[in-house]
């Protein structure tokens, strides 16, 4: 016989047979058993370990330390592709998995429990049985909004997955849960994975109609958008235009709405920037509200731009250096400074229209800086050249 078969049975026999401790000491071996490799995982599917597992979290007497490390197993176990179909075929298992979310021991089980939940639904095969639970939108929504930072992070990635589908997108928009308004509250709270993530999961739910129209319900999402395209993170910059790219595309009275005095500089600034796929959805949206790169909002838009493709990844934006925490954002449209000081600047010849008579000042400002301090000595080192005064002088010091 196979000695990891054996084992996994040995450690099944000990958590049968064993209580309070003992059992603990069983769980506690099974877990970490079943972190090390997959052939250890496939022994204990084989074993019963899924069943007999479930069993204990269904034991109204189960302590935090042992809810922990079972749901820690589990978690483990989902690794494999062949254990997760045991897991939600096995009758009553996906109902204690939401259960635990929902009510676990302490934050650290219902970590697990999300995780868990998240892991079952990547599956191709196991997410239809997932999402045929009638608890699982609530699910999701309530860790949203009362879970741990670990929780909302699980409960959004299990958001992505579902709202890349067009027909299990409609349980996330469901009226009753309020979702939309929701993830637009989160973003305003200043953590920036957090606002990406969120971002990430509404670009994909406004990629409908039904989901474009109840976005633009959500009280000061325009303004709030906008500020993220302007003063947001990278990749927050990059999903907050995804989120108006996804809205002007499913909803032509959103096009109307655009604030373009403030919003078609922050594109022309996020098209000027190093990622392909913010250069992408700048131009599409810039082209579907009627702009090119060439065109300002003084200037008039240019209407034979044809809209961009663009496809959305995971809001997650790792090795940003100095990247755990962003402004505050203002909820109310009256309190966001749509252009900060050096942002207006820094992009003037992009929203304002050239002199008649350029001088050597605009030549400077129409150039490309890479820091505003630079461009700031340089215009100051031509205006003192080229006024008279400064002729004079410079003339009489070479003679």
């Known amino acids: ?11 099944l026999l000990k958590l049968a047979s064993g209580c309070g401790d003992a059992k603990l000491d069983a769980v506690a071996e099974i877990r970490l058993f079943s972190k090390w490799d997959d052939a250890n995982r496939t022994s204990l599917a084989k074993a019963g370990a899924v069943p007999s597992l479930f069993k204990v ?26 254990v997760k179909k045991h897991m939600v075929r096995e009758p009553g298992g996906l109902d204690a998995v939401l259960r635990i979310t929902n009510n676990g021991a302490n ?9 868990l939940l998240y892991s079952l ?13 009638e608890m699982l939108g609530e699910t999701l929504v309530a860790l949203l909004k009362d879970g741990s930072a670990r929780c909302k992070a699980e409960a959004l990635k299990s958001m992505f997955v579902l709202a890349k589908d067009k027909v299990l997108r409609e349980i996330l928009l469901q009226e009753k849960y309020e979702l939309l308004g929701l993830l637009v509250s989160l973003v305003t709270v200043g953590k920036v994975k957090l606002t990406e993530d969120c971002l990430a999961v509404l670009a994909l739910l406004a990629s409908c109609d039904t989901g474009a129209k109840a976005l633009m319900q959500v009280s000061s999402v325009v303004p709030i958008l906008t500020y993220l395209v302007n003063s947001g993170s990278p990749r927050g910059q990059e999903n907050a235009t995804a989120v108006l790219l996804s809205v002007c595309r499913h909803d032509e009275g959103a096009r109307q709405a655009m604030p373009v005095q403030t919003l078609v500089p922050a594109l022309n600034s996020l098209r000027m920037g190093d990622s392909e796929r913010g250069k992408d959805k700048a131009d599409a949206l810039l082209g579907l509200l009627g702009f090119d790169q060439y065109s300002s909002v003084a200037g008039g838009p240019n209407l034979g731009v044809s809209m961009g493709d663009s496809d959305l ?14 402004p505050f954002i203002p909820t109310h449209p009256a309190h966001i400074n749509y252009s900060p000081p050096h942002q207006a600047k820094r992009h003037s010849h992009v929203v304002t229209t050239a002199s008649p008579s350029p001088t050597v000042s605009d030549s400077f400002s129409n150039a490309s800086w890479p820091k505003p301090t630079l461009k700031n000595k340089y215009m100051t080192l031509a205006r003192s050249l080229f006024t ?10 070479i003679n």
């Open 1 to 11: 016989m196979d000695i990891k078969l054996k084992t996994s049975q040995m450690l």
């Open 388 to 397: 008279p005064k400064a002729r004079n002088k410079s003339h009489s010091s």
């Open 57 to 82: 979290l269904d034991d109204s007497r189960i302590d935090a330390r042992l809810q922990e490390n079972v749901m820690a197993a589990l978690l483990n176990m989902s690794i494999n592709a062949d």
């Open 121 to 133: 639904l990547a599956d191709d095969g196991a997410r239809k049985i997932v999402c045929s639970n």
């Open 313 to 326: 990844s995971v809001g997650s934006y790792y090795g940003r250096p100095g990247a755990n925490t962003m």
């Open 107 to 115: 934050t650290e089980v219902k970590a697990n429990a999300a995780a």
